[in-house]
């Protein structure tokens, strides 16, 4: 959560190193605007609260982020009205949830070697320096 007397660089820095980020629907979650391509923003929801997911799922298809969502079967009292009751508390199944992450993680790390493969493949392309786009001359 970001506090006004943090440096903003040091947050977008830390943010920047996450490979996973696991957390309640809420505010706390914004830091994934700095997340790295193909990390993973784990989101957990309350009872009855799929639409919640809605920005946050878009948020990480604009950048480029996998986005998980656990919400409960059913409520903590056993009811299954399908609600959304914002402020209830939820009990996590965390072995299901674990057993997810572990399948994200492995999809990242492939997401991470085909982006830097592809990285590679760019830099070693020596048809744009024989043929730079126009005002890259003099750097290429």
């Known amino acids: 959560q970001f506090n006004f007397n943090d440096n903003l660089y040091e947050t977008a ?19 994934t605007i700095f997340m790295r391509p193909g990390a993973i923003l784990y989101e957990i929801n309350p009872y009855g609260c799929r639409h ?19 919400i409960p ?3 903590n009292d056993g009811r299954t009205d399908n609600v959304c009751d914002r402020e209830s508390s939820s009990i996590l199944n965390v072995n299901d949830i674990v057993n997810e992450v572990k399948g994200l993680i492995k999809d990242e790390a492939e997401y991470r070697n085909g982006y830097l493969r592809r ?10 320096v024989d043929h730079p786009p126009s005002g890259f001359e003099n750097i290429l």
Do not use: P, Y
Not at 19 to 27: T, W
């Open 119 to 128: 990285a590679l493949q760019i830099m070693n392309d020596t048809s744009i």
């Open 13 to 31: 820095r830390m943010a920047r190193s996450i490979r996973l980020l696991i957390g309640v629907h809420g505010a706390g979650l914004s830091n």
């Open 73 to 75: 079967s059913k409520g």
């Open 52 to 70: 919640l997911s809605f920005n946050f799922r878009r948020w990480a298809e604009v950048f480029n982020l996998q986005h998980a969502l656990w």
